[in-house]
């Protein structure tokens, strides 16, 4: 039995995560907004918080898995928050994705409390999540990233400390912007095939066996060619991801103008009320751009 485990944020990945704590033996203390989630998780074993303090009252080590900064800043910072109830010594992993900056920002709160912080975003999907095969970024200090390990080896099979608080989150925009932009173009590719009269079935086919094969081709446009976007990783929390990477760009200087035409994709998609798709959706976004 290890560490004494809270998670906070029991979405489409924060659930299957826990569950997979759970199934590596830790003892788990879990808070959700919505009720449905959490009570799942107390009937397979876990211990309910009413709150975040008391989440982080009862672990030595506590996640959040959110949806944006803001529901970060809330739940580490705020009132009934993590940073009221984590004790000395203990560690705080935040594993959603959001902006560095802030994360530096909570990172340092806590370290004022003698509390250690991991910036530890992940790409995988909920299949990864489910799976427990997560590519996780990690920042912060070495040695509090050595002691998450046997946590974060329960959730993930590519675990990298990238380096100092924050740069997870940069690692995790880039892995946002090579995404997004490798979902448009397999999108464009398919339809381009469809269009052409020539089965886009067997492009991919062809495609997968070549140098432009990827886990995108594999996964999302078996997705597009089945029209099934069921969300795994919505819409409008890409949305979010590239507003991140948009500003980080504008931070450093940094051009990036094929993103610019993928971040208005994803914003077209919201606007049209297709946030709530898998972002695989962005198929769907080009077959309506080109039927008006």
């Known amino acids: 039995m290890g560490d004494a485990v809270g998670f906070i944020g029991l979405g489409i990945m924060g659930r299957s995560m826990a569950k997979n ?13 919505s009720p449905g989630p959490v009570d799942e998780l107390v009937e397979a074993g876990a211990s309910r918080g009413s709150d975040p303090a008391e989440v982080a ?36 992993i935040d594993m959603s994705s959001i902006d560095p900056g802030p994360t530096r920002s909570i990172a340092e709160a806590f370290a004022a409390r003698d509390v250690s912080m991991l910036d530890a975003p992940v790409s995988g999907g909920e299949r990864g999540a489910i799976d427990a095969t997560l590519s996780i970024m990690v920042g912060g200090d070495a040695d509090a990233v050595q ?3 046997p946590v974060l080896e329960a959730l993930g099979k590519s675990i990298v400390h990238i380096g100092p608080s924050g740069a997870g989150q940069v690692a995790k925009a880039c892995n946002q ?12 590719a398919l339809l381009l095939a469809e269009r052409s009269g020539v089965d886009p079935a067997k492009v991919r086919e062809a495609l997968l066996g070549g140098f ?12 597009m060619l089945d029209r099934t976007f069921e969300p795994g990783f919505r819409i409008r929390l890409h ?27 994803l914003q077209d998609a919201v606007d ?13 976004t080009l077959e309506r751009q080109t039927s008006r």
């Open 212 to 223: 432009a094969g990827s886990k995108i081709l594999e996964v999302h446009g078996q997705r």
């Open 57 to 92: 009252a009862a672990s030595a080590i506590t996640i959040t898995m959110l949806p944006d900064t803001p529901d970060v800043e809330t739940v580490m910072l705020g009132p009934k928050g993590v940073v009221e109830a984590a004790q000395p010594g203990s560690l705080v």
């Open 21 to 33: 704590l759970l199934a590596a033996g830790f003892p788990l203390t879990v808070h959700s907004r």
């Open 177 to 188: 912007l090579v995404v997004a932009a490798t979902i448009e173009a397999v999108a464009e």
């Open 147 to 149: 002691r998450a390990m």
């Open 239 to 265: 949305r979010k991801d590239a507003r991140i990477v948009e500003e980080a760009a504008a931070a450093t200087g940094t051009p990036i103008p094929s993103f610019a035409v993928v971040a208005g994709q």
């Open 272 to 284: 049209a009320g297709e946030g709530e798709l898998d972002h695989s959706g962005l198929f769907q």
